[in-house]
């Protein structure tokens, strides 16, 4: 069974970069057809899809949030990372990482990591 875990700081400075960490066990994330995502959730409101790594180290973006995002991978860790840049107050949310097929559906969350953007 995939399991995920996110690491990463709690508290990020406003026009710094948030840098979380994705730590995948039980599965390789180099697995035919599988995307790796960040999505976030801003507190009382829905899921917020910001972008994702295929297996074959193919990245794509929410447009809203693409001139300020980033998502790497390190194979050799199995592990694979997100950066936002500039962020805000508004960038406060519980961020998680998941793993979905290649049809859309998510099979596998980490436990979703709070990151707050003060001063």
């Known amino acids: 069974q995939v399991q995920l875990q996110e690491s990463g700081p709690g508290l990020v400075k406003p026009s710094q970069t948030l840098s979380l960490t994705c730590s995948v066990s039980?599965?390789?994330?180099?697995?035919?057809?599988?995307?790796w995502s960040w999505i976030r959730q801003p507190p009382g409101k829905g899921l917020e899809w910001m972008g994702a790594?295929?297996?074959?180290?193919?990245?794509y973006y929410s447009p809203s949030l693409k001139s300020r995002t980033s998502i790497s991978r390190d194979k050799s860790k199995n592990q694979f990372t997100l950066q936002l840049s500039s962020v805000t107050p508004v960038d406060t949310d519980v961020y998680y990482c998941?793993?979905?097929?290649?049809?859309?559906?998510?099979?596998?969350w980490g436990q979703g990591t709070q990151v707050t953007v003060s001063s």
């Open positions: 039980g599965g390789s994330i180099t697995t035919t057809y599988y995307w």
């Open positions: 998941a793993r979905a097929s290649g049809l859309g559906q998510y099979d596998s």
């Open positions: 790594i295929a297996y074959s180290g193919i990245t």
